[in-house]
């Protein structure tokens, strides 16, 4: 197991929203052995606001030494590919090629509020596939070697970048794809990295085989590919917090996991506005909602997706995601108490994988 990577995934949720805390828990992760910071790139969100990453990883070149970074998750809809494409050379070349672009198709609370247009599911997936050639492409080019694209939804004329890339062939890609089938094609097809949420240990090999399948079917190697797992570890012994995050629990996995949902056999009662993550607008009732439909998921689904207990519990935990296929733990340490949290992943977990 000495191959499996952590990831801590910070900024996203109290009590760490800010790009100071981002800044001190990275420089303080890569310490405590992990391999790579995770930092939300959204507007706005359920739980918390948050800071730039890209602004944040830019600081972050110049204060650590071996820790990558990567965003959990860019959406593509609100920056031209042209830009982002500069945006990761610019970060590649000052970290020294520790930058991995997180990205995905976005939600709807990110973009409707701001005038950006939403579009159906097809249409997305579609500009998104275009969305990461042309990057690559642009990450390819220079006043030299100029690039062409006619696509239906991006198009390049002798267009070039003067912000070059330093990791050959480019930097990673780690796309985001929970459960659709057509966005898990499209990671078996461009990623170099898999970002899946709260999935059973039998789910995510059935996810992993679709990836793969894909991967062969587009001529690449599927161990090319570095599936990673989010974890949200509650380890605490005290009942009174274990039945709390249960139901913190609850709403996350009600509002991300429609497929995880459908695959237990668990339906949810009637709601007046929609839950869905990717869809919902953040308003109150979209909070009364959501923890109200979240009481049909019993404890022990949660208890599949989280690990809930002693630190014995989370290795155990961990051990079987590694089992299904995952080879970089990515870790959101926020729920229960966050201090015990990251004080048990550095002081024994950690070293219990990174040992063996």
């Avoid at 820790?67 to 500069?86: E, G, N, R, W, Y």
């Avoid at 985001?176 to 949420?197: C, D, E, H, S």
């Avoid at 690449?220 to 590919?225: A, C, G, M, S, T």
């Avoid at 995601?321 to 229960?336: C, D, F, M, Q």
């Amino acid at each position: 197991m000495e191959n499996v990577k952590f990831g801590l995934l910070i900024g996203g949720e109290q009590p760490w929203v800010l790009a100071k805390d981002c800044v001190k828990l990275t420089i303080q992760a890569e310490k405590d052995g992990y391999d790579v910071a995770w930092i939300p790139d959204h507007l706005v969100d359920l739980d918390a606001s948050r800071a730039d990453p890209w602004s944040i990883f830019g600081y972050l070149s110049a204060v650590t030494k071996s820790i990558s970074f990567c965003t959990a998750v860019t959406d593509f809809q609100k920056v031209h590919p042209s830009k982002l494409a500069q945006i990761v050379g610019t970060i590649d070349e000052l970290s020294n090629g520790r930058v991995i672009l997180g990205i995905g198709t976005g939600e709807a609370m990110n973009n409707t509020p701001f005038g950006v247009k939403w579009d159906d599911v097809k249409t997305r997936i579609a500009r998104f596939e275009e969305y990461i050639k042309v990057i690559r492409l642009l990450w390819s080019s220079n006043i030299e070697s100029r690039v062409k694209f006619n696509g239906a939804h991006y198009q390049l004329n002798d267009a070039w970048i003067d912000q070059g890339v330093i990791t050959k062939p480019a930097p990673p890609i780690c796309i985001a794809a929970i459960g659709a089938k057509r966005m898990l094609k499209v990671v078996g097809k461009y990623a170099n990295l898999w970002f899946p949420t709260f999935l059973t240990a039998d789910l995510y090999r059935e996810k992993l085989n679709i990836v793969h399948s894909a991967a062969k079917e587009a001529g690449r190697n599927p161990d090319d590919i570095e599936p990673t797992s989010l974890t949200m570890p509650v380890i605490s012994s005290d009942p009174k917090i274990i039945d709390q995050e249960f139901k913190n629990l609850k709403m996350f996995v009600a509002t991300l996991c429609p497929f995880l949902l459908e695959a237990e056999g668990i339906s949810f009662p009637e709601t007046v506005v929609d839950i869905n993550y990717q869809r919902m607008k953040l308003e109150d009732k979209v909070f009364e909602e959501l923890e109200r439909a979240s009481e049909a998921i019993p404890e022990s689904l949660i208890q599949k997706v989280c690990p809930i207990g002693t630190v014995d519990d989370v290795i155990s935990f961990l051990e079987k995601s590694i089992e299904a296929g995952s080879k970089h733990l990515v870790i959101a340490p926020t729920h229960g108490v966050p201090e015990e949290n990251l004080k048990a992943l550095r002081e024994k977990i950690i070293p219990y994988f990174k040992s063996k």
